[in-house]
């Protein structure tokens, strides 16, 4: 069975700042993996998405990036800004799979 | 990208009534749809694949009977809560895989929170 893990939990940085998230899963058999923010109270927006053939993505001011043979993937946030504040969830899958959800990292950026 | 709508965003419900969560796609055909819940400060956890003309397979833990799922066409999957409890109360996600794309990217709903008093 899928497990996936976020580290950290939780993070609080200052405006400006890059930061890095990581996400590490058991099972490598996977499609893709998906990067997803959520804020309180809503549902998800989806980040990027990177196949399994791939080795990252990017979008502005993200980038991700799949070692899939090692179970892990980053996500990079440059020049973070306090709205980038919110809980960033990983999930691989894909196939005819579902997507599993890590229990995110709950950013903060601090103005 | 695709877009999955569910409905109703919002409903409270009391102790031993039945809810119904729709989830639709908008733009596409979905033969396969997931349902999730979210309890507060926690991550998703998939309680249920969605298939068109077919049983729901629900994942360990979650009472098949007590979630009613029906995947009645290829754009519309339904979500019964029945005889709702307190615990009960949660945020609902639904999505959508969309076939015959390769990198079968799974789009989500909006979400459906549900307060049962």
């Known amino acids: 069975k899928q497990e996936v893990t976020q580290i950290p939990a939780a993070l609080s940085v200052p405006e400006g700042e890059n930061l890095v998230l990581n996400c590490s899963f058991t099972?490598?058999?996977?499609?893709?993996l998906q990067w997803f923010r959520q804020d309180p109270g809503k549902g998800l927006t989806s980040l990027l998405l990177i196949q399994s053939s791939q080795r990252e993505q990017t979008s502005g001011r993200l980038n991700a990036s799949l070692d899939k043979s090692s179970g892990r993937s980053t996500l990079y946030i440059a020049a973070s800004q306090p709205g980038d504040s919110a809980t960033y969830l990983c999930a691989p899958g894909g196939g005819n799979t579902p997507l599993v959800f890590g229990k995110g990292t709950r950013l903060s950026v601090i103005a | 990208g695709a877009v999955v709508s569910q409905h109703p965003s919002r409903v409270i419900c009391k102790s031993g009534t039945s809810v119904k969560i729709e989830c639709r796609s908008l733009?596409?055909?979905?033969?396969?749809m997931f349902w999730y819940r979210q309890f507060p400060k926690k991550s998703l956890m998939l309680m249920a694949t969605?298939?068109?003309?077919?049983?729901?397979?629900?994942e360990q833990g979650v009472e098949k009977d007590k979630f009613l799922i029906n995947h009645a066409s290829l754009t519309l999957s339904t979500l019964t809560v029945t005889s709702a409890h307190p615990e009960d109360s949660s945020f609902y996600i639904c999505s959508a895989r969309e076939p015959g794309q390769g990198a079968f990217e799974q789009y989500f709903g909006p979400g459906t929170r549900l307060t049962v008093t």
């Open positions: 099972d490598s058999a996977i499609y893709n």
């Open positions: 733009d596409f055909q979905a033969t396969t």
């Open positions: 969605s298939n068109e003309g077919s049983k729901a397979t629900y």
